[in-house]
């Protein structure tokens, strides 16, 4: 089954303790994004990654890291998380057409 | 890309069609309309898009005004489970840059 997975789903963390979001895809897909989604402003686009060693910013990128070392894996780092990356977060990957999303990453840092 | 404008919310009946206008007044030729759907938190689904010719999918069909301004995403049969925030998204065809969702219709489906 064709899927994006994320890992782990929930995540309660204290200000300033590095993290990593796993996403992992199984389509053999080149493109691969972050978002992050908070009420009012909608999803916003944090990192995305148009193949292997190739990533750029999105519209909100501070605070956060990516690698792309291999194809199917785009981990999403906070370095030193702080109460304002509290959110729900998204990991998608796409060839041209349609995205496909994983099922979110909720994580709140106190 | 272009910029979206649609309404915040909408409501139909279920079994009804839905139908969700999306205005794009600054779409440029080599521009399609995407829409996608979010169901409560879960992450967003991609439902169908076009360039030019109104499309149709096993979930919905999309028209597109001749000028390419606007466009209705229409569900024909509405149901509960429709109940969802629609996206509506200009972008090239071969962007693989950043990706501009707004904030979409939240559409209601009532009993």
């Known amino acids: 089954e064709a899927q994006v997975t994320q890992n782990p789903r929930y995540l309660i963390t204290v200000t300033g303790k590095k993290l990593t979001v796993t996403c992992s895809q199984n389509m053999n897909h080149e493109y691969m994004s972050w978002y992050r989604q908070d009420p009012g402003l909608g999803l916003r686009q944090i990192y995305y990654?148009?193949?292997?060693?190739?990533?750029d910013k999105g519209d909100v990128p501070e605070g956060y890291k990516v690698s792309r070392k291999e194809k199917r894996n785009f981990p999403l780092i906070l370095e030193s998380p702080s109460p304002n990356q509290t959110s729900l977060y998204f990991c998608a990957s796409r060839q041209l057409t349609e995205q496909y999303f994983g099922p979110g990453t909720r994580l709140t840092v106190t | 890309d272009a910029k979206t404008t649609q309404p915040t919310s909408m409501d139909c009946a279920e079994g009804r069609a839905a139908n969700l206008p999306c205005n794009h007044s600054t779409i440029s030729g080599n521009e399609y309309v995407y829409w996608y759907r979010q169901i409560h938190s879960q992450g967003p689904q991609y439902i169908i898009h076009g360039l030019k010719n109104n499309e149709t999918n096993e979930m919905a069909s999309l028209i597109i005004t001749e000028d390419r301004k606007s466009s209705t995403l229409i569900l024909p049969h509405a149901t509960l489970r429709d109940t969802a925030v629609y996206y509506c998204i200009v972008r090239v065809w071969d962007n693989f840059n950043k990706f501009y969702f707004g904030s979409g219709t939240k559409l209601n489906v009532k009993p």
């Open positions: 990654s148009m193949n292997v060693e190739v990533t």
